[in-house]
């Protein structure tokens, strides 16, 4: 059971680290490409963080009540498998199942969100008109 544990800290810590690095190499590259030295405006970062955390909310909110238990008890109370499926009724497979799903369902709506924030707006009225066909 501790080789379980192990294995899903160490999943934890490669996102973690995963996300940081992306951080950072997106950093780097907004600055290399900006005319100015700055990178980015301290209240931007504030608000890129706080448009992140919302995201997460509801991706968290979207997930179904069961995935939610589970997410939460393990690894935000940090809980093992074991107690985790103790406390929800279930074995404890079937909670690692429960936070695959949540975990897997969080990533994806994270660089979904990523990606869309990415892509310039269009603009408003730039595209071709649209003639009636005759």
Request: hydrophobic share 40%; proline share 4%.
């Amino acid at each position: 059971m501790e080789l379980d544990r192990f294995v899903w800290r160490s999943a934890l810590n490669l996102a973690t680290d995963w996300s940081r690095h992306r951080t950072v190499r997106d950093d780097y590259f907004r600055g290399a490409m900006s005319d100015s030295a700055d990178l980015a405006h301290p209240t931007e970062t504030v608000l890129g963080t706080h448009e992140r955390v919302e995201c997460v909310a509801r991706a968290h909110a979207a997930l179904s009540s069961r995935c939610q238990e589970a997410f939460t008890l393990r690894i935000l109370e940090d809980r093992p498998f074991k107690d985790v499926g103790r406390a929800m009724g279930i074995s404890d497979r079937m909670a690692k199942i429960y936070v695959a799903r949540a975990l897997v369902s969080l990533r994806e709506t994270l660089e979904h969100a990523e990606r869309c924030a990415a892509q310039p707006p269009v603009p408003v009225g730039s595209g071709r008109r649209e003639t009636p066909v005759a």
